[in-house]
């Protein structure tokens, strides 16, 4: 939070890389229906007179649609939007769609700063790309000594990773090391060139390592799809692989991924988009992140709770859970307050004597010990827990202490547990799959907090990992979902702007809200949310319900019954519908006024039945406005959930 008490920028769940691809995969899937949509192998192909991810988007405007729904929704929250490196250079939507469309999609002109701040650990954006595609020949090799290499340890090759902007494809050690000598060669030689043209004045780099990344990336996808060498020149044997035209440039298969590479780069250094470096110890002071590893436990334990009571399993385990988090969320405010930042601890534990370091560490090896006990403590003695409660708990108490998440994920597929819920059975929920999401969602909290973010959810299903841990937890979250998704990403540019200048007192009045808002409620022991519930359920009216709203409520209802009346559509036909609605009403209270002066009434009547129906008889048109309101705050009030 910044010091006004606002988020000083948020991260999007959706917006992992992994997400991306995912999302990506789901609206071509809905489109190959009678459609033929370019698959991964050619989306970021381009030549002279082929340019494959450019015309896909401009044939298909559902992609940006759907992205623009999603990121829109989150600006409407707060103005700057967080990525790591990892997420959008790998990110399929960020890198198809390029930085100037993004700028156009959340509306941003001249009087507006950046919208996009990109968080690192290199000092420049383009040493983020190197840091995330590049490594060298020796270090890929100390971790495969197996493995023999035509290239030298001091030259360089494509990182072994798996790669969602590329489909998932996970390059191997085996294919970063198959290449031949003068492909490490040329490769090595044009990231030095890049240095050395960027270094001198006023010189043009080229296509610069983003280039020189997507041409070596484009050889060993090329030398791993067909089992070819690629040569340093760039071109293939006729008789090498099945895909490609014979004698095509390696290099237009991932040209298009090296440009928009190069414009996010260029668009940082031009100030249309930000860059944070993490070990700026300005950055750091701002932050004061207890330490990754510590965010990870803290919002691991808390988010268990959740989804252990939603596995129905005993009370004990997850108030454990819940006690841990409490645990690791006083010590982190600890730190907080005396101002010590991850990078100040690490100079403190250099400098501490080895006795110190060992009964620090003994100490927190103990306080996890106990944790697992207790959460393995005290479990009903029963085949159902025997086989599924128990096994998934060990699992989760395992993972908890798992903060690589490809090491984490491998835990989980090699555990025992079934890959989806069973309905039907007691324990039937616990799952690889509520494992796998239960960590993703805490792994992307973790990284949120420890880069000073706010967390938020756009466009979830209804019984996600993210609902299911909104709903029993008070975390430091905050999560969106529903039609407003739908119309902002419907709406044009123009359209978009103006409704953000419209609207924009709603909009300051909710970007002021934070969910600790909702927990401070529950502490004074207002419990809205409650007493809400009670009301719908006894079937007062509406309007009571929504003046019992506190304030993060009712802002966040007014923004959704802003974006509804914004996407509303104008026609003839409704305006007539309206028209003779309303011609209607009048003509009834037309008669009913006739009917009370001429023959219901006389001059006996008392006069406060006279003043009552005069009443009633002006105030209806307007009564009947308010009804409809309330129903379009009612529909709008579906959309927006906090996760607080």
């Not at 006023?202 to 997507?214: E, L, M, Q, W």
Request: glycine share 8%.
């Amino acid at each position: 939070m910044s010091a006004s008490g606002r988020a000083y920028a948020t991260m999007i769940t959706n917006f992992d890389s992994t997400e991306q691809r995912g999302l990506w995969e789901r609206i071509a899937d809905d489109l190959r229906a009678g459609r033929s949509v370019p698959g991964w192998d050619r989306l970021w192909f381009k030549n002279r007179t082929i340019r494959v991810g450019e015309r896909l988007l401009n044939d298909y405007p559902e992609f940006a649609t759907r992205f623009a729904g999603i990121i829109r929704t989150a600006y409407l929250y707060c103005p700057m939007i967080m990525l790591t490196d990892a997420q959008l250079f790998d990110g399929v939507f960020f890198l198809a769609l390029g930085p100037r469309t993004v700028n156009g999609i959340v509306g941003t002109s001249y009087k507006d700063g950046p919208a996009i701040i990109v968080s690192g650990r290199s000092p420049t954006l383009e040493g983020c790309l190197l840091e995330f595609t590049v490594r060298t020949v020796g270090d890929v090799r100390r971790s495969r000594p197996d493995l023999a290499c035509a290239g030298d340890d001091d030259q360089y090759t494509i990182r072994p990773l798996e790669y969602s902007a590329l489909g998932g494809v996970t390059v191997t050690a085996e294919d970063a090391l198959g290449l031949d000598a003068d492909a490490y060669r040329t490769f090595t030689e044009e990231l030095r060139q890049a240095d050395d043209a960027s270094s001198a004045p006023h010189a043009h780099d080229g296509d610069g390592k983003a280039g020189a990344i997507a041409r070596m990336m484009a050889r060993v996808l090329r030398a791993k799809a067909d089992g070819a060498v690629a040569t340093s020149d760039g071109r293939t044997d006729a008789t090498a692989g099945t895909r490609g035209t014979a004698g095509d440039d390696v290099a237009d298969r991932c040209r298009f991924l090296g440009e928009r590479w190069r414009e996010w780069i260029d668009a940082e250094r031009e100030g249309l988009v930000l860059y944070e470096n993490q070990r700026d110890p300005a950055v750091q002071a701002r932050v004061r992140s207890a330490g990754f590893d510590h965010y990870l436990r803290q919002y691991g334990s808390a988010y268990a709770a959740g989804i252990l009571e939603h596995c129905g399993l005993p009370a004990s385990a997850v108030e454990t859970c819940r006690s841990e988090a409490e645990r690791m969320k006083r010590l982190g405010e600890t730190m907080a307050e005396s101002g010590e930042a991850a990078e100040t601890r690490e100079t403190r534990e250099t400098a501490e004597s080895q006795k110190s370091r060992e009964t620090r560490e003994a100490r927190e090896t103990l306080e996890r010990r106990r944790f697992r006990e207790r959460l393995l403590a005290d479990l009903p003695k029963t085949d159902t827990m025997d086989t599924r409660g128990k096994p998934f708990l060990t699992v989760l108490a395992d993972v908890l202490d798992t903060p690589k998440r490809s090491d984490a994920f491998a835990l989980i597929a090699r555990s025992d547990l079934p890959d989806a819920p069973r309905d039907g059975f007691r324990y039937g929920q616990c799952c690889k799959r509520l494992l796998h999401d239960w960590y993703q969602l805490v792994y992307q909290q973790t990284m949120a907090t420890h880069l000073g973010a706010q967390l938020i959810a756009v466009d979830i299903a209804s019984n996600s990992v993210e609902q299911i841990v909104g709903r029993s937890s008070r975390g430091a979250s905050l999560m969106l979902a529903g039609d407003i998704t739908r119309i902002l990403g419907g709406m044009p540019y123009i359209r978009f702007a103006t409704f953000c200048y419209e609207s924009r007192g709603t909009i300051a009045r909710w970007r002021d809200c934070t969910p600790d808002d909702d927990a401070a409620s529950e502490r004074d022991g207002t419990d809205r949310p409650r007493a809400r519930r009670r009301l719908e359920r006894c079937g007062r009216w509406l309007l009571h319900d929504v003046l019992r709203m506190d304030r993060n409520q009712r802002a966040t209802h007014n923004v959704a019954y802003a974006v509804e009346q914004a996407g509303e559509e104008k026609s003839l036909v409704g305006d007539a519908k309206s028209l003779l609605f309303g011609g209607g009403v009048a003509a009834a209270l037309a008669f009913v006024s006739a009917m009370a002066d001429n023959v219901w009434f006389d001059n006996h009547t008392p006069i406060w039945i006279l003043v009552g129906v005069a009443w009633v008889v002006g105030i209806v048109p307007n009564i009947i406005d308010a009804v409809q309101w309330l129903r379009g705050v009612y529909s709008s009030a579906t959309t927006v959930v906090y996760m607080g």
